[in-house]
T-cell receptor, first 113, second 114 residues
Framework: GENVEQHPSTLSVQEGDSAVIKCTYS??????FPWYKQELGKRPQLIID?????GEKKDQRIAVTLNKTAKHFSLHITETQPEDSAVYFC????????????FGTGTRLTIIP | EAGVVQSPRYKIIEKKQPVAFWCNPI?????LYWYLQNLGQGPELLIR????????DSQLPKDRFSAERLKGVDSTLKIQPAELGDSAVYLC????????????FGPGTRLTVT
């Protein structure tokens, strides 16, 4: 089955700096890669996703890149703000998301004011 | 639109007792998922429904866990009997084909088994 690895497990950055979280996946059939943000005690919420036919996607301060050959994808957050502090999960799925999501182990991001 | 609704939000039971969780997906979403999230970990799929059919239950511990989705809408996940290791958050999610495939998660039920 699919295996998703995520690094780092914790990340602290100064407010205004950029944060990068990296994930690798094992199943070349995976074609949908979402990123979820989960605040303490809250539900995971989708912040951005990318499909295998796209190499990069951006939404305001958030961007995701995908390298299918190397089987890795990354989340980039620029101009970080205190409200970006949360746990971020990457995930991978086949059938463009209509099958199960296999999640990484999460990255706890702390923005230092 | 209303999001995915789950109840109860919290449940504390003694080991060997039964427990049930309820999920109401977003209206029109034909795919429903139950995930288990242990503390400090990402969610792991327990079972996936397409309408009323369980199409992926390979990760569901069938000796003690059961689920149903009557009429292809609401779903119930049951544990009987509960064990200490079942303490976790049980998340329900739903998605609709042809609408971006995003899985929308409910708030979860935090189960504590004592």
């Amino acid at each position: 089955g699919e295996n998703v690895e995520q690094h780092p497990s914790t990340l602290s950055v100064q407010e205004g700096d950029s944060a990068v979280i990296k994930c690798t996946y094992s199943d070349s059939a995976s074609n949908y890669f979402p990123w979820y943000k989960q605040e303490l005690g809250k539900r995971p919420q989708l912040i951005i996703d990318i499909r295998s036919n796209v190499g990069e996607k951006k939404d305001q301060r958030i961007a995701v890149t995908l390298n299918k050959t190397a089987k890795h994808f990354s989340l980039h957050i620029t101009e970080t703000q205190p409200e970006d502090s949360a746990v971020y999960f990457c995930a991978a799925s086949k059938s463009f998301g209509n099958e199960k999501l296999t999640f990484g182990t999460g990255t706890r991001l702390t923005i230092i004011p | 639109e209303a999001g995915v609704v789950q109840s109860p939000r919290y449940k504390i039971i003694e080991k060997k007792q039964p427990v049930a969780f309820w999920c109401n997906p977003i209206s029109g979403h034909n795919t429903l998922y139950w995930y288990l999230q242990n503390l400090g970990q990402g969610p792991e799929l327990l079972i996936r429904y397409e309408n009323e059919e369980a199409v992926d239950d390979s990760q569901l511990p069938k000796d003690r866990f059961s689920a149903e989705r009557l009429k292809g809408v609401d779903s119930t996940l049951k544990i009987q009997p509960a064990e200490l290791g079942d303490s976790a958050v049980y998340l329900c999610a739903s998605s609709a084909r042809g609408q971006g495939y995003e899985q929308y998660f409910g708030p979860g039920t935090r189960l504590t088994v004592t």
